[in-house]
């Protein structure tokens, strides 16, 4: 959503953080891909790129990547980082802007995985829904999907809902970030199973805070057949 991109084109200007990927993609990766014999041959896109972290990651173990982000500042940091590291022949691509529009300029069977940490939520449920199409023609057949996403009770997702299961925080890790949707158990099929996919793995992580509060995120992990 427009607003979101603006709202997260002003923190990354205003904030140096997210340089390391989250563990889960850690596993991910490693899982479906450490054993590929040749790894520039392996493409992988991940949408809500951000600074870079999770590309960075991937591309450090030998992985081309392509990444797609709102933010102009979050994608200049990325390939400055990526250049500073001698990684820039890991980069088949970069793009600033909506994703859900990027994506048409993206040849269709042509990435081995797509990764979503914390992005998709920024939309609303039907336009997850037709971004997630979109990935999954951007996917060659066997390919793999990882979405982390906010699941329902996170600190600061209680409050009064402006759309299918999305508010505006006023608490919580998401407080002023602007349209956040969560995703309860029941809307993962929904959301995510398409005529050309399945899941192949759901797990659910929380960190409790001192507060009492938690935040609760789903691992969602599909594959195109």
Same mark, same amino acid.
């Given at each position: 959503?427009?607003?979101?991109?603006?709202?997260?084109?002003?923190?990354?200007?205003?904030?140096?953080?997210?340089?390391?990927?989250?563990?889960?993609?850690?596993?991910?990766?490693?899982?479906?891909?450490?054993?590929?014999?040749?790894?520039?041959?392996?493409?992988?896109?991940?949408?809500?790129?951000?600074?870079?972290?999770?590309?960075? %990651?991937?591309?450090?173990?030998?992985?081309?990547? *392509? @990444?797609? =982000? !709102?933010?102009?500042?979050?994608?200049?940091?990325? &390939?400055?980082?990526?250049?500073?590291?001698?990684?820039?022949?890991?980069?088949?691509?970069?793009?600033?802007?909506?994703?859900?529009?990027?994506?048409?300029?993206?040849?269709?069977?042509?990435?081995?995985?797509?990764?979503?940490?914390?992005?998709?939520?920024?939309?609303?449920?039907?336009?997850?829904?037709?971004?997630?199409?979109?990935?999954?023609?951007?996917?060659?057949?066997?390919?793999?999907? %990882?979405?982390?996403?906010?699941?329902?009770?996170? *600190? @600061?997702? =209680? !409050?009064?809902?402006?759309?299918?299961?999305?508010? &505006?925080?006023?608490?919580?890790?998401?407080?002023?970030?602007?349209?956040?949707?969560?995703?309860?158990?029941?809307?993962?099929?929904?959301?995510?199973?398409?005529?050309?996919?399945?899941?192949?793995?759901?797990?659910?992580?929380?960190?409790?805070?001192?507060?009492?509060?938690?935040?609760?995120?789903?691992?969602?992990?599909?594959?195109?057949?």
């Amino acid at each position: 959503m427009q607003d979101n991109i603006q709202i997260w084109e002003e923190i990354f200007q205003n904030n140096e953080w997210g340089k390391y990927p989250a563990v889960a993609v850690i596993k991910f990766i490693a899982k479906n891909f450490y054993s590929a014999k040749n790894r520039k041959e392996i493409k992988i896109l991940e949408i809500g790129s951000g600074t870079g972290a999770n590309l960075w %990651f991937c591309a450090r173990e030998g992985f081309s990547v *392509y @990444g797609i =982000d !709102g933010s102009q500042t979050a994608v200049e940091r990325m &390939l400055y980082r990526f250049n500073e590291e001698d990684l820039s022949d890991k980069i088949i691509g970069s793009s600033v802007g909506d994703y859900y529009k990027k994506l048409d300029d993206i040849d269709d069977n042509s990435f081995d995985a797509i990764i979503d940490v914390e992005s998709l939520y920024c939309n609303s449920f039907d336009k997850s829904r037709e971004i997630i199409k979109k990935s999954f023609d951007k996917l060659k057949i066997d390919g793999v999907m %990882f979405s982390l996403t906010f699941a329902d009770g996170t *600190y @600061g997702l =209680d !409050g009064e809902n402006i759309d299918y299961h999305a508010l &505006l925080p006023s608490s919580g890790p998401m407080s002023g970030k602007g349209y956040t949707r969560y995703t309860t158990e029941e809307d993962i099929e929904k959301l995510y199973k398409l005529n050309n996919n399945e899941v192949i793995n759901i797990e659910r992580q929380e960190l409790h805070l001192n507060n009492g509060k938690a935040i609760k995120e789903w691992i969602i992990e599909l594959k195109k057949v």
